[in-house]
């Protein structure tokens, strides 16, 4: 395969081929791979549930662990990338998370589950640095690459509507496990036409791959994410404590570390320019108070509302819709207007609409809920695709693979994190709803064992419990939607300060 990194000359040649839009096509898959993957576990945490039967905490875990691994895996994947090449960790990473997924449908106890989620986080973290790297080396000018981000973009919003729907009608005709098993043929096809379109790139003058780096990196990020979910859960003790300092330990070294490198894993002058730090805190904060609403909103549609997984699917297509248009359009939108107006104005509007769910219940109709959906979606898809464009713009493309994976550090810890804090509110005010007589202590854990429980109660006592239990887990979600809101709209102010005079190339 020819690669990008030639002299400026030959690269506009090569990029200008038709080819590069195919390319493209099958980087979106990897997207596509990784967005499904992410939708479907939410839709199928109740049947997970009611037959792994997980305490809360484990229920937590299955739900997180995967951005733990990634979160504390990307800087570490995108600079391998960056060294070995970004096509082949690509397709390596995209033929082990096929594998791995499996491992997820076959899984028989929560602990082998949990197991298998942070497997398939260490292939995950090959696939998305890489794909955002090599659009970097794919589109030079400035006007295509926004196009192949928004697609980028879009995508991966596709991929929140297909998850759903697709799983949905798995859901109802099989078993929990093949939702996980519709990566198989979507992996298929990247590695099997990836090998033939996908020019490889990587940085001509790398240095070596620094594992005391790659150590620090994981370890601190994984520690970190680990307290706060402690501290959210159990309180600040001394066990949250103690990883918190060995977390913060960890990463204070690596960033000395990379300040003294001749050849970084990252590059920390990477920071100095302010248009990638606000784009990357942007994205961080956006996901952290998405993240761990979204995770409980299918369970919210099944088991308080009674929809069936079909019906819960289609449900949150409105989202997708209103992302996959805004991402299309994002790029010349922050170009007629600015990018701080479009991405201040797309977190304040996902804020806005995360404030309106705080007053829902238990039988809050449809047309709230969609409205809110089509323009949490909207909101997010301008965001998300002007700051990755920023964040790609702010750097040589030699260095695409690092910056790319800061960009998805950023997004996994703040899922990582937003599952852990607002996942962590809604458990805590869901366990202390009072039942009647005879609730076992299994229907405390999560709403899936209440509904469990309830069916093998007489039939006054079971329509008590499920009362009960789904008002507190609708508390919980309403008082989590009431911070992620604060959450976006302290991020919309943010943003309107730190991006100002930041512009997308012409």
Same mark, same amino acid.
């Given at each position: 395969?020819?690669?990008?990194?030639?002299?400026?000359?030959?690269?506009?040649?090569?990029?200008?081929?038709?080819?590069?839009?195919?390319?493209?096509?099958?980087?979106?898959?990897?997207?596509?791979?990784?967005?499904?993957?992410?939708?479907?576990?939410?839709?199928?945490?109740?049947?997970?549930?009611?037959?792994?039967?997980?305490?809360?905490?484990?229920?937590?875990?299955?739900?997180?662990?995967?951005?733990?691994?990634?979160?504390?895996?990307?800087?570490?994947?995108?600079?391998?990338?960056?060294?070995?090449?970004?096509?082949?960790?690509?397709?390596?990473?995209?033929?082990?998370?096929?594998?791995?997924?499996?491992?997820?449908?076959?899984?028989?106890?929560?602990?082998?589950?949990?197991?298998?989620?942070?497997?398939?986080?260490?292939?995950?973290?090959?696939?998305?640095?890489?794909?955002?790297?090599?659009?970097?080396?794919?589109?030079?000018?400035?006007?295509?690459?926004?196009?192949?981000?928004?697609?980028?973009?879009?995508?991966?919003?596709?991929?929140?509507?297909?998850?759903?729907?697709?799983?949905?009608?798995?859901?109802?005709?099989?078993?929990?496990?093949?939702?996980?098993?519709?990566?198989?043929?979507?992996?298929?096809?990247?590695?099997?036409?990836?090998?033939?379109?996908?020019?490889?790139?990587?940085?001509?003058?790398?240095?070596?791959?620094?594992?005391?780096?790659?150590?620090?990196?994981?370890?601190?990020?994984?520690?970190?994410?680990?307290?706060?979910?402690?501290?959210?859960?159990?309180?600040?003790?001394?066990?949250?404590?103690?990883?918190?300092?060995?977390?913060?330990?960890?990463?204070?070294?690596?960033?000395?570390?990379?300040?003294?490198?001749?050849?970084?894993?990252?590059?920390?002058?990477?920071?100095?320019?302010?248009?990638?730090?606000?784009?990357?805190?942007?994205?961080?904060?956006?996901?952290?108070?998405?993240?761990?609403?979204?995770?409980?909103?299918?369970?919210?549609?099944?088991?308080?509302?009674?929809?069936?997984?079909?019906?819960?699917?289609?449900?949150?297509?409105?989202?997708?819709?209103?992302?996959?248009?805004?991402?299309? @359009?994002?790029?010349? /939108?922050?170009?007629? =207007?600015?990018?701080?107006?479009?991405? $201040?104005? %797309? #977190?304040? *509007?996902?804020? &806005?609409?995360?404030?309106?769910?705080?007053?829902?219940?238990?039988?809050?109709?449809?047309?709230?809920?969609?409205?809110?959906?089509?323009?949490?979606?909207?909101?997010?898809?301008?965001?998300?695709?002007?700051?990755?464009?920023?964040?790609?713009?702010?750097?040589?493309?030699?260095?695409?693979?690092?910056?790319?994976?800061?960009?998805?550090?950023?997004?996994?810890?703040?899922?990582?994190?937003?599952?852990?804090?607002?996942?962590?509110?809604?458990?805590?005010?869901?366990?202390?709803?009072?039942?009647?007589?005879?609730?076992?202590?299994?229907?405390?854990?999560?709403?899936?064992?209440?509904?469990?429980?309830?069916?093998?109660?007489?039939?006054?006592?079971?329509?008590? @419990?499920?009362?009960? /239990?789904?008002?507190? =887990?609708?508390?919980?979600?309403?008082? $989590?939607? %009431? #911070?992620? *809101?604060?959450? &976006?709209?302290?991020?919309?102010?943010?943003?309107?300060?730190?991006?100002?005079?930041?512009?997308?190339?012409?």
């Amino acid at each position: 395969m020819t690669s990008t990194l030639q002299p400026a000359s030959t690269t506009e040649a090569v990029t200008k081929r038709p080819g590069r839009w195919l390319a493209l096509s099958v980087l979106v898959l990897a997207v596509l791979l990784v967005a499904v993957d992410a939708t479907v576990l939410g839709l199928a945490t109740p049947y997970i549930s009611e037959d792994l039967k997980p305490s809360g905490t484990q229920l937590l875990w299955i739900g997180d662990v995967y951005s733990f691994v990634i979160a504390g895996l990307l800087v570490s994947m995108g600079s391998l990338g960056d060294r070995i090449g970004r096509k082949k960790i690509l397709l390596v990473g995209a033929t082990a998370f096929g594998a791995i997924s499996v491992l997820n449908a076959y899984a028989t106890t929560p602990e082998l589950m949990i197991l298998a989620r942070a497997l398939l986080g260490v292939a995950g973290a090959t696939l998305m640095p890489a794909t955002l790297a090599l659009i970097r080396n794919l589109f030079h000018d400035p006007r295509e690459r926004s196009l192949a981000v928004g697609i980028w973009g879009a995508t991966a919003s596709a991929g929140t509507a297909i998850g759903p729907i697709a799983g949905g009608f798995l859901l109802e005709h099989f078993w929990w496990g093949s939702v996980f098993l519709i990566n198989l043929p979507v992996m298929a096809v990247l590695v099997v036409v990836g090998v033939k379109l996908l020019p490889e790139s990587k940085n001509p003058d790398p240095g070596p791959w620094d594992m005391l780096s790659v150590t620090l990196s994981l370890v601190g990020m994984i520690a970190l994410v680990y307290a706060v979910k402690e501290a959210a859960t159990h309180g600040f003790g001394g066990e949250a404590a103690a990883v918190a300092l060995l977390g913060a330990g960890a990463l204070i070294w690596f960033v000395r570390r990379q300040l003294t490198l001749p050849t970084p894993l990252l590059d920390m002058r990477l920071f100095r320019n302010r248009g990638f730090s606000a784009a990357v805190l942007a994205d961080l904060l956006t996901i952290l108070g998405l993240s761990g609403l979204v995770f409980f909103l299918s369970q919210y549609l099944q088991l308080v509302q009674g929809r069936r997984p079909l019906e819960a699917g289609l449900a949150e297509l409105p989202a997708a819709i209103g992302a996959v248009a805004a991402g299309l @359009l994002a790029g010349r /939108a922050a170009r007629r =207007f600015s990018v701080r107006s479009v991405v $201040a104005g %797309g #977190l304040a *509007a996902v804020g &806005l609409a995360l404030a309106s769910l705080t007053v829902i219940d238990q039988s809050t109709g449809y047309p709230l809920l969609g409205a809110a959906l089509l323009v949490v979606g909207i909101g997010a898809g301008f965001s998300f695709t002007v700051t990755a464009d920023v964040i790609l713009s702010s750097v040589p493309k030699e260095q695409a693979g690092s910056a790319s994976a800061v960009s998805e550090t950023a997004y996994e810890l703040g899922a990582a994190l937003g599952i852990a804090v607002l996942g962590s509110i809604v458990t805590g005010v869901y366990r202390d709803f009072t039942g009647p007589a005879g609730t076992p202590d299994g229907a405390h854990e999560s709403l899936g064992g209440a509904v469990e429980a309830a069916a093998g109660m007489p039939a006054q006592q079971s329509a008590a @419990l499920l009362d009960s /239990a789904r008002q507190a =887990f609708v508390d919980g979600l309403s008082l $989590a939607a %009431g #911070l992620g *809101a604060a959450v &976006l709209l302290a991020a919309a102010v943010a943003a309107w300060f730190m991006l100002r005079d930041q512009r997308l190339g012409n």
